[in-house]
């Protein structure tokens, strides 16, 4: 009883601090038990044991916030999930749509020794396989100069930085568009009334070709990418 408490508490210090890295909405105990897929008792339960051991700061009906040492704890289940997730891509072959299952068991077993001899075998990378970046050992996070691609306006371009993780469907779709981190995106025209954003997409894949491609992206791909504007 004692380690599984232990895991789930890492595992919602792990997701508070995710989730206030690209999105600035606080975080309630509502949005919390969607993002952890579990009834608003069982998060109410949780965040009062979190409060309890000091790693965070919550009252009624306010946002969920956490303490240095919450933050700390939190950056470090980060960094184990990240690692772990590039080595299984990089190293064993896996998509970046099958990786987070994995990750989620793999980052409570292994030991420290184990995740820092993986970090060197990667050559300590600065990002994981969606463009998440890789907390360093000290606490550290370097973020990129990123907006979501549905701030880029027609006629302006940007790098892919980062793309979510969070639904394994969207990304298989956009495996199989080729888009990869790294990629040129341009905003060609944009549809209010229908929804759909034309962008131009000069993927890296070095099966792509060169030929830029021409796609239209719904709200759902939109809001699931972000990019370093071009400047």
């Given amino acids: 009883m004692a380690q599984e408490l232990s895991t789930a508490m890492q595992d919602y210090l792990k997701v508070l601090c995710s989730e206030a890295e690209w999105s600035h909405t606080p975080m309630t105990t509502t949005g919390l038990a969607t993002r952890m897929n579990v009834a608003p008792s069982s998060v109410s339960e949780m965040v009062r044991r979190l409060s309890a051991q000091g790693l965070v700061y919550h009252r009624p009906y306010e946002a969920i916030q956490l303490t240095d040492e919450g933050r700390r704890l ?3 289940m980060m960094r184990r999930h990240r690692i772990i997730e590039t080595y299984l891509v990089e190293e064993l072959g896996y998509t970046w749509d099958e990786v987070h299952d994995e990750a989620e068991v793999l980052e409570h077993a292994i030991s420290d020794l184990m995740l820092a001899r993986i970090d060197a075998k990667l050559g300590f990378p600065t990002r994981d396989p969606h463009g998440d970046p890789i907390p360093r050992e000290d606490g550290t996070v370097h973020m990129p100069d990123a907006v979501n691609l549905s701030e880029l306006q027609v006629g ?3 790098v892919i930085a980062r793309i979510s993780d969070s639904d394994p469907d969207l990304l298989r779709h956009l495996e199989e568009l080729n888009f990869a ?3 040129l995106i341009t905003v060609v025209e944009k549809s209010p009334f229908t929804g759909g954003t034309t962008i131009e997409h000069s993927s890296t894949h070095a099966n792509a070709g060169r030929a ?7 709200d759902v791909v939109l809001h699931s990418v972000w990019v370093v504007r071009n400047s």
């Fill in 74 to 76: 939190g950056l470090a």
């Fill in 181 to 183: 981190l790294d990629d």
């Fill in 212 to 218: 830029p491609r021409s796609s239209v992206l719904g």
């Fill in 156 to 158: 302006e371009s940007g």
